[in-house]
């Protein structure tokens, strides 16, 4: 949308994560869905959403979900400035392999990794 010289990204979200899946979660999921259990879905926000979720408030929340569910890959590609990412390697959130995938879809990228760091 807008022309910059340089980009700065930290531990961006531009696509969907594939989860991996706790049972935890599964079952909190799979009860969601099963006309009585679904009250639960407030309950399981508040105790297994990721911790930017859990302290998130309001609308933040809704943004976050949006976020994470979006998928920009081809908007990336368009990138034209340069562009610095900075991940943690241990990042639960925005994995690892997605800044490698996230380089490799910008016309030039450099990605700095912070050993033994999360999001």
Request: net charge positive; with cysteine; proline share 2%.
């Amino acid at each position: 949308m807008y022309k910059v010289d340089k980009l700065v990204l930290l531990a961006s979200a531009f696509k969907k994560e594939i989860e991996k899946l706790s049972f935890k979660t599964k079952m909190l999921k799979f009860a969601k869905k099963v006309p009585g259990l679904n009250k639960l879905e407030n309950f399981a926000k508040k105790h297994i959403g990721s911790a930017d979720y859990k302290n998130a408030s309001g609308i933040m929340k809704e943004i976050l979900v949006n976020t994470v569910n979006y998928d920009i890959r081809e908007e990336v590609k368009k990138i034209e400035a340069d562009s610095l990412l900075i991940w943690g390697e241990k990042d639960e959130a925005v994995s690892i392999e997605s800044a490698h995938e996230l380089e490799g879809l910008l016309k030039n990228a450099g990605l700095v990794v912070y050993p033994n760091c999360t999001h």
